[in-house]
Structure formats: C-alpha cells, structure tokens
C-alpha cells in the first residue's frame, strides 16, 4: 500500500472485506451498472454495441476511430464474445437504419479495418453520455458530497488496480 492510501485510512478495515465486497459486486453490477447501461442504450442498440460506441469513445483516437482488431481485443476482455459476433454488431451499426459507423480497410493493410464513427454516430455517443449522466445524477442526489467524492474515488482507485493487475 502506497504511502499516500496509508494516511487516508483513518479506520482499520474489517477483516471480511474482501467478502464484503464480493456481496456488493452484482448488486452493482446488475442493479446499477446495467440499469445505466439500459438507460445509455435507449433500446435502439445491444450491449455489445453500446459497449463498442463506448470503447470507441474513450480509447479510440479523438474519440472517433479504433482499429477493428483493437476493439475485438478490448470486448474479449469485457465479454464471452466472438470475433464473427464483434462484426456482425459492427456491421449492423455500420448499415441503414443506424448509420452509426464506417468500415473501411486500414492504410498500412488491406486486411485490417478501421471502424470509425459518423456524425450520427457521434450523436448517438452524445446522447448515450447524457443518458447515462442523466440517470447516474438521480442515484447521486441523494447523496453527500462527501459520499460523492469518496464514490469518485473509490471507482478511480478500483480502476487503477485492476490496470495494474493486467
């Protein structure tokens, strides 16, 4: 434990932490996390899709285009998905009606693929943030700032580990 995370800890941590928190992760995971996901997708797209649009949005370069092998890496962390599911859902947001993105063959290789999104795709994303932001805002309303900044950075801190765990 860092020097730092040492000094915030005013209280020793119960020694059934870790069991704890596993009782917490599917409430938050399943009631929370997927009720945001829910509320982002607008019924219009899955949640591989929304997934996609998002990975595309926080990883991608300018937060408009990733490499197709990148986003098959990233989802098969994320999801028991395979590789002919990433393109179909790809393709499906790539064709009428949704018109979300485009694929196009990369410079450097004709193999490779460049998934990038359109300005209806960038809509979409808008709208997924403020859905998703609309509907995290009812949750923390009801809170303190003090529970809101612990929130904040208890997710920042689980985040940073689990980078590091890789």
């Known amino acids: 434990m860092s020097k730092d995370n040492t ?26 996390g997927l009720r945001v996901e829910d509320s982002m997708r607008a019924g219009e797209i899955g949640r591989h899709q929304v997934a996609i649009l998002w990975l595309i949005h926080s990883e991608g370069t300018d937060g408009r285009l990733m490499n197709r ?26 064709s009428e009606p949704l018109s979300l993105l485009t694929v196009e063959e990369a410079a450097h290789s004709g193999r490779e693929k460049v998934v990038t999104l359109t300005r209806a795709g960038e809509k979409f994303v808008d709208g ?13 309303e009801t809170m303190t700032d003090e529970e809101i900044n612990q929130g904040l950075h208890f997710f920042q801190r689980i985040s940073d580990v689990i980078d590091d765990l890789r």
């Open 128 to 140: 997924m943030i403020k859905r998703g932001d609309a509907f995290i805002q009812r949750i923390i």
């Open 7 to 32: 000094k915030a800890r005013t209280e020793q941590a119960p020694a059934d932490a870790a069991r704890r928190f596993l009782e917490f992760y599917y409430p938050i995971h399943y009631k929370a």
């Open 69 to 94: 092998k990148d986003i098959e890496r990233h989802l098969g962390a994320w999801f028991e998905i395979s590789g002919a599911a990433i393109t179909k859902a790809i393709r499906s947001m790539a």
